[in-house]
């Protein structure tokens, strides 16, 4: 069994290496992540139960298996509500779909960690149950990404509220793939986050535990 397990690891890797990943910076953001390419960047709109209206900076790259989008929504006048939006963040994501986990996530250790949400959905047009507010935020995650979360594709999402900013780092498996629920891509990209300057100084996202 021992070859086997070689080869699949092998495998893993290769997928991961094939691409050449590079550090994408934004420092008037105030965070960084890896692309496995070039990615395009667009300006959307972030609306809510909370929030009225405010700009959302997209940054997206799409292969062949995976969608990766790092979405960053200005809410400088609300720095003292980071609990509260995280938290309808959090509940928008998971009306997408099957949720298949939730964890504490965290950037930069010690006295200077941000802390957030990893989440990991199975999107779903018809949420089982029809639950109320799926169509709402399939419209909502659309217009904050410029991308939509099909059928049968698992979502990975690291989520922040920092310094007056919240953080969507995203990596949509895609369906039909093989194994695309399984790609470690969109890990990666997802946990490649890492913020710049100010008093959360650097630090890469710590995998969810």
Known sequence: MRPIVFVATVLIASTLTAATWKEYRQPELGFLVEFPGDPAASMGRYHTGLVQSATAHIFSFKDDQTLYVATVVDLLDRKEEGATLLGEAESNLTMLGEVASISISRVTPGAAAVYGQFITIDCRSGRAGGQRGA???????????????????????????????????????????????????????????????????????????
């Open 135 to 209: 169509d709402t935020s399939r419209t909502w995650f659309k217009d904050m990404t410029g991308a939509e979360c099909p059928d049968r594709s698992r979502l990975v999402a690291n989520v922040f509220f920092t310094r007056g900013r919240l953080y969507f780092i995203q990596g949509i498996n895609l369906p039909g793939a093989e194994d695309s629920l399984l790609s470690p891509a969109a890990m990666r990209f997802a946990n490649s986050l890492s913020f710049l300057g100010g008093n959360a100084g650097r630090g890469a996202a710590n995998p969810p535990r």
